[in-house]
């Protein structure tokens, strides 16, 4: 934008700075995406995020916003806004065998 002398005292236009990486909305209105934590303001010139993919929950493995249960786990993971939801339980081990967990290991 610039200065005119004349009315209505500027010239061209401002255009949004499109939300970093991690995030989504629309500008200035950005937040971390799911699966990602921190946060996100707008402020001159761009945005301060400090939006990093969230660990994904215990007995499960993979890269945000997919996690996905370990080998020997069940459950369901879905990625949402602070991190994750969901849990992965052990596999109890089949019928006719020894063990606590199909993690643990079955004999």
Same mark, same amino acid.
């Given at each position: 934008?610039?200065?005119?002398?004349?009315?209505?005292?500027?010239?061209?236009?401002?255009?949004?700075?499109?939300?970093?990486?991690?995030?989504?909305?629309?500008?200035?209105?950005?937040?971390?995406?799911?699966?990602?934590? %921190?946060?996100?303001?707008?402020?001159?010139?761009?945005?301060?995020?400090?939006?990093?993919?969230?660990?994904?929950?215990?007995?499960?493995?993979?890269?945000?916003?997919?996690?996905?249960?370990?080998?020997?786990?069940? %459950?369901?993971?879905?990625?949402?806004?602070?991190?994750?939801?969901?849990?992965?339980?052990?596999?109890?081990?089949?019928?006719?065998?020894?063990?606590?967990?199909?993690?643990? %290991?079955?004999?």
């Amino acid at each position: 934008v610039f200065y005119s002398s004349t009315p209505p005292y500027y010239a061209g236009s401002c255009q949004a700075i499109p939300c970093p990486a991690g995030t989504t909305g629309t500008p200035p209105s950005c937040a971390c995406a799911s699966g990602y934590t %921190g946060s996100v303001i707008a402020i001159a010139g761009g945005y301060s995020s400090t939006c990093t993919a969230a660990a994904c929950p215990a007995n499960a493995e993979g890269t945000a916003p997919t996690c996905t249960c370990k080998p020997g786990f069940s %459950g369901g993971i879905a990625a949402v806004a602070g991190g994750y939801s969901g849990a992965c339980s052990a596999l109890l081990c089949p019928a006719n065998s020894a063990g606590a967990s199909v993690a643990a %290991g079955c004999t």
